[in-house]
């Protein structure tokens, strides 16, 4: 799985841009099951505070480890984050915001912003794993 070829990212690639779709058009759809490909965010298609359906990503040498970046964009930041929000995907690559941990004990949303961003082919990512929609303060 982990090459160059195009068809290869066709699954995932059609995944993130269901839920990219999701993210900024905040439409709802119908869907019966709590997939990454569930035509709408939150509990249910009539949720409307959730902006946000977090991912994980995992690459195919990656030993079951998910993958990992940075929280901030200081080349010596040792923090990391293996939870992302897709911000942008074209073909088989697609543009990532790290999500860092709320320590807000005030807050009940899991997941704050961060301006840390990168850019993957999705050839070399074999698994995609949804976490529960949420609200994502400035996005």
């Known amino acids: 799985m982990c090459n ?11 995944i993130l841009t269901v839920i990219n779709i999701l993210q900024q058009n ?9 997939t990454c490909d569930r035509g709408f965010l939150g509990c249910s298609a009539s949720s409307v505070n959730c902006n946000t359906r977090p991912i994980m990503l ?21 923090v990391t ?23 807000d004990a ?9 301006n840390s961003f990168f850019t993957m082919n999705l050839s070399c990512v074999c698994v995609l794993r949804c976490l529960q929609d949420t609200f994502v303060d400035c996005v």
């Open 81 to 103: 984050s293996s939870v992302f929000r897709i911000e942008k995907i074209d073909g088989c690559c697609a543009t990532f915001r790290v999500l860092a941990p709320n320590t």
């Open 106 to 114: 005030e807050q009940t949303y899991p997941y704050v912003t961060t």
């Open 4 to 14: 160059n070829n195009s068809e290869e990212c066709k699954c995932i690639a059609e």
């Open 58 to 78: 995992y690459t195919c040498c990656g030993n079951g480890v998910p993958w990992a970046m940075p929280i901030s964009r200081d080349p010596n930041e040792t």
């Open 26 to 34: 905040a439409e709802c759809g119908d869907a019966c099951l709590d």
